[in-house]
T-cell receptor
């Protein structure tokens, strides 16, 4: 049990809509990273937050945005959904920046139709 | 160029036997870390083992060991005494330098199926 939780577990949205995914970090962790994992592929880094500030971003367009709250939980927002956004979205929390070990949540499966 | 390459899309292994999963990496940063994660069908990524670029010895964690060959830029995972519960996807990942923070670059993964 890693302690990282994500909600919702599954989500179905229509192209053009907006979605918010949530991640609750493990207790004591101040860093959150988000990854997108398309079916049959390895995860791809979206961005990371350290102490409520974005600190590093992967090759994703601005319609992917995020927040980290004072309790270090986090949100991933995706606007103007596209069919290719269908994927498993994983968040990972850690203590420190950089950290040796990151704990991943179970993911949110997003399907865009 | 691919940063992390896993050339084995899938493997079968007999229960109780050892299996080696290949991983090669590409970086010009002298400071980096290499990770292996297990992803069961539930989706959660489970950390298995870590090797730092300056570590002199190969990392070991229980039944997992990492065969680190720096000159060849390879970081193969060895699972000894395979168990049915080892059936899963396995991902090799790299973190490049301190500036990357916690950003990991993952390979495409290897699916392992343990046969009884």
């Amino acid at each position: 049990e890693t302690g990282v939780t994500q909600s919702p577990t599954h989500l179905i949205k229509t192209r053009g809509q907006q979605v918010t995914l949530r991640c609750s970090s493990q207790s004591g962790h101040n860093t959150v990273s988000w990854y997108q994992q398309a079916l049959g592929q390895g995860p791809q880094f979206i961005f990371q937050y350290y102490r409520e500030e974005e600190n590093g971003r992967g090759n994703f367009p601005p319609r992917f945005s995020g927040l980290q709250f004072p309790n270090y939980s986090s949100e991933l927002n995706v606007n103007a959904l596209e069919l290719d956004d269908s994927a498993l979205y994983l968040c990972a929390s850690s203590s420190g920046f950089p950290a040796y070990e990151q704990y991943f949540g179970p993911g949110t499966r997003l399907t865009v139709t | 160029a691919q940063k992390i390459t896993q050339t084995q899309p899938g493997m079968f292994v007999q229960e109780k036997e050892a299996v080696t999963l290949d991983c090669t990496y590409d970086t010009s940063d002298p400071s980096y870390g290499l990770f292996w994660y297990k992803q069961p069908s539930s989706g959660e990524m489970i950390f298995l083992i870590y090797q730092g670029s300056y570590d002199q010895q190969n990392a070991t964690e229980g039944r997992y060991s990492l065969n680190f060959q720096k000159a060849r830029k390879s970081a193969n995972l060895v699972i000894s005494a395979s168990q049915l519960g080892d059936s899963a996807m396995y991902f090799c990942a790299m973190r490049e330098g301190r500036a990357a923070g916690n950003k990991l670059t993952f390979g495409g993964g290897t699916r392992v199926l343990v046969k009884p």
